[in-house]
Each structure stands twice: as C-alpha cells, then as structure tokens.
C-alpha cells in the first residue's frame, strides 16, 4: 500500500511539473495547427493529474483538474471547427480539405452540448436535426472502436524534442479518428468532473445532482456520437445506473438505450 501510494506521489509530482512547463509550448508554437495539438495533449495531462489526485483522496483538487480538462478540449473542439469553417469557404479546396463538408455538421451538433463554465447559465439547446450516425458512416475498424475506452484516451506518450520543435500536421485532424478521439476525451472530461463532484458531495453528505447532471452529459454524448460497441459507452451508462437512480431520470436512460440498439440492429 505504501508502495503504491509512494507511486501515485511520484507521478503526481511528475505531472505537475509538466503542467508548469506547459504554457512554454504554448508560447513557443502560436500558429492555429499547433494550438490544437497542445490543447489536446493539456486536456489529458489534466485528465490524467485528475485521476492521480483522486487515487490519493485529494478530491477537491482533482475536481479543479478535471475541469481544466474539459476548457482545454472545448478550446481544441473550438479551433478545429473555426479551421473546418476556412476549409469550407475555400473555393479551390483540396481533397483533405473537402472533407471538412462532412465532419463540420457532426462538429458543430457537438458544440452544442457544451456545458459552458458557468453552468448556472446553461439553456436548453435546441434539438440536433443531423442524423450523427448516418453522417460518420459504417465505421468497421475494432481496433479504434475498442480503443475507446478510459485507459487508453486518457494514457499519456512521452512528448519528444521531435514532438515539440514538430508542426501539426492537419491530416490527421481531419480523420474520423481523430474526431472520434476529440468526442471521447469530451465525454471522459465530463465523466471526471462528475466523479469528483460525486466524491466532495458524498464527504459532504449533500445531494449529488450536480454530479448527476456532468455524468448525465457524458452519456449522452457517448451515446449520441460514439459508435455502440465502444467500451466508453457501456462503462458511462454502467456507472450511471451503479450511482444514480433509475427511477429519477428513467425517460433519458430509455431513450438513450433505445437509441443503441435501434444502431445495434440496423448493422445487422
């Protein structure tokens, strides 16, 4: 047990200095490409400082990294559709560059279920007219599909002097991967923020129906825009039913299950 938790300090200790180098690559690389891969690579690093301060009991400042999370991959949701919106405007747009037709509308039905910083000013958003599944596509790649889980989206690779001095190469933002990815760290953002919230709540021994309302987010958009068979979508809406009553919110939890297996079938 010692052992362990001399571990989690150790990485703790790691990724906060990290974070404290941060705003050097920011600096150092403010062109528009550069910007969403630092965002990205921020949104897990506070991701995962999230999850080494939960391991160690401090909840509270894990709650405050795991929101840094999800402004970090709202700014990087935000950069990469002001960068489809260029693409689309272009009238000699190139093959890559073309594609930006088809993952703008996912991106921006996306958009529209951001939980803005203040939540208390958070409206309800009108309803998504774009069929997501239909516009992403039969999606038959298993090894990306079962990639999509916690470990893996929020599992940091070692960030090389290559990888610094290295532009963003724009291909590989304009993947459904890639934006698969992106949609994945969102929920699990969520997700995170919900986990804390429930933790502080439960020490506080007040209700949790802020935490409900994060995790509640999470699982729609998991559900909305994630392929089925991804492990996410199934350990989101396991731990929703594990915390939080069924019987209090059952009109969402049907419709977001009934959405999975009318998917489910249609493949069959």
Do not use: W
Request: proline residues 4%.
């Amino acid at each position: 047990m010692r052992a362990r938790l001399a571990m989690l300090n150790e990485c703790g200790t790691h990724l906060s200095m990290c974070l404290k180098q941060a705003p050097s690559l920011v600096e150092s690389k403010p062109t528009p490409d550069n910007k969403l891969k630092i965002a990205k690579y921020l949104t897990k690093l506070h991701m995962q400082y999230c999850a080494i301060l939960s391991q160690l009991n401090n909840h509270k400042e894990a709650l405050e990294h795991a929101k840094y999370s999800a402004k970090y991959i709202h700014l990087t949701l935000c950069e990469l559709s002001n960068l489809l919106e260029d693409f689309a405007r272009k009238r000699n747009a190139s093959i890559l560059e073309s594609t930006s037709k088809t993952i703008l509308p996912i991106l921006k039905a996306l958009l529209s279920k951001l939980i803005p910083e203040d939540k208390a000013n958070t409206t309800e958003k009108p309803k998504q007219t774009v069929n997501i599944k239909n516009l992403f596509g039969f999606f038959s790649c298993e090894e990306t599909i079962m990639g999509l889980n916690i470990g893996n989206i929020m599992q940091l690779s070692p960030l090389t002097v290559m990888d610094s001095l290295s532009e963003c190469e724009r291909q590989f933002e304009l993947t459904r991967e890639s934006l698969l990815e992106k949609i994945a760290m969102l929920a699990i953002s969520y997700f995170c923020i919900s986990t804390e919230k429930r933790f502080l709540a439960q020490m506080a021994g007040i209700g949790t129906k802020d935490s409900e309302f994060f995790h509640g987010r999470a699982l729609e958009i998991a559900c909305q825009f994630l392929p089925s068979e991804c492990p996410l979508v199934s350990h989101v809406y396991a731990t929703y039913q594990k915390h939080y009553s069924a019987v209090q919110r059952p009109i969402v939890v049907q419709v977001l299950m009934a959405s999975l297996k009318m998917a489910k079938s249609l493949k069959k």
